[in-house]
């Protein structure tokens, strides 16, 4: 399965703003995607109360994966930027 280790770049981290984009353009990509901490348990990219879960502060690594690469490239993108900039 393709996978990206991608860092956090929103100030916040993945909180409630950035974790809502997020899962808006999994539900975009129409492909499950999954969000892990290293060594962590992966959670479904797609709800933004899962990604809040992880716990992932600006500067952490998180691991994007999913069956479709172009997926990976968007989601890992989007976590690697400041998602609370306005």
Do not use: C, F, W, Y
Not at 18 to 37: F, R, Y
Not at 56 to 80: F, M, N, P, W, Y
């Amino acid at each position: 399965m393709p996978s990206q280790t991608v860092t956090v770049g929103s100030r916040v981290g993945l909180h409630a703003r950035p974790a809502a984009l997020i899962a808006e353009a999994v539900g975009q990509a129409g492909v499950p995607v999954t969000l892990a901490t290293p060594g962590g348990n992966p959670v479904d990219a797609g709800s933004p109360l899962m990604i809040m879960t992880l716990g992932a502060k600006q500067g952490s690594e998180v691991v994007v994966s999913s069956e479709d690469q172009a997926a990976v490239t968007r989601i890992a993108d989007l976590v690697a930027q400041d998602l609370d900039a306005e």
